[in-house]
């Protein structure tokens, strides 16, 4: 089945230590999201690719960056990890110009522990 | 900026009874997307119902169906004949047309048996 995976499902890291998640998808998606979501929130939007351009909140800090090398895979970049990092990153995908344009696929999610 | 919002932090049904979960939002724009999103506990989020906001008539999909009053800028969720599985925390979502997805800050659904 065509789905959003996520990778590592855990994973736990040290305060200032630099960690990357990954995300890649089978639904051949032009869009990718990255959100980030504490306990008990919404998730709140990071960052996404349309295509190969770049799209940052402007509310996102600059210790999160991305990466999407291709059309299936896209990275999140903590460059320097502090406590309040320390949340679950959803990755999502969309597909413009179809008739299902704009529903967001999600992916199960890396849960992020900073110590 | 677009504001979603959720009234009811937690709610609770009795199983194989109706329940109606209340979202508003804020926008000046014409031409939107409206979602549902159910995120079970420790699992993954998926898409319940969407509406898109140039169509009048209500999206519906199985047991759930919407209320889209678009001059109100509301957009309830009615699940009919709550199952166990409906357990969830509920997101209610907005978009405009630039990918630019707002959620709600969420209503716990507990359905008891």
């Known amino acids: 089945d065509a789905m959003v995976i996520q990778n590592p499902r855990y994973q736990v890291t040290q305060f200032g230590k630099p960690v990357t998640l990954s995300c890649s998808q089978t639904l051949n998606h032009n869009v990718m999201y990255w959100y980030q979501q504490k306990s008990s929130q919404a998730p709140k939007l990071l960052f996404h690719y349309y295509d190969k351009d770049f799209n940052n909140e402007a509310d996102t800090p600059d210790n999160f960056q991305s990466r999407r090398p291709n059309t299936s895979f896209c990275f999140l970049d903590i460059r320097s990890p502090g406590l309040g990092d320390a949340a679950m990153y959803l990755c999502?995908?969309?597909?413009?110009?179809?008739?299902?344009?704009?529903?967001?696929?999600f992916g199960p999610g890396t849960r992020l522990t900073v110590l | 900026a677009q504001t979603v919002t959720q009234s009811q932090p937690e709610m609770s049904v009795q199983e194989a009874e109706t329940v109606t979960l209340s979202c508003t939002y804020d926008?000046?724009?014409?031409?939107?997307?409206l979602f549902w999103y159910k995120q079970p506990p420790s699992r993954q989020m998926i898409l319940v119902i969407r509406q898109e906001a140039y169509k009048q008539q209500n999206a519906t999909e199985n047991r759930f169906s919407v209320n889209f009053q678009k001059a109100a800028k509301s957009f309830s969720l009615k699940i009919s004949d709550s199952q166990l599985g409906d357990t969830a925390m509920y997101f209610c979502?907005?978009?405009?047309?630039?990918?630019?997805?707002?959620f709600g800050a969420g209503t716990r659904l507990t359905v008891k048996p």
């Open positions: 979502a907005f978009m405009k047309s630039n990918n630019d997805m707002r």
């Open positions: 999502a995908t969309s597909s413009a110009g179809t008739g299902d344009t704009d529903t967001q696929y």
């Open positions: 926008t000046s724009e014409s031409n939107y997307y």
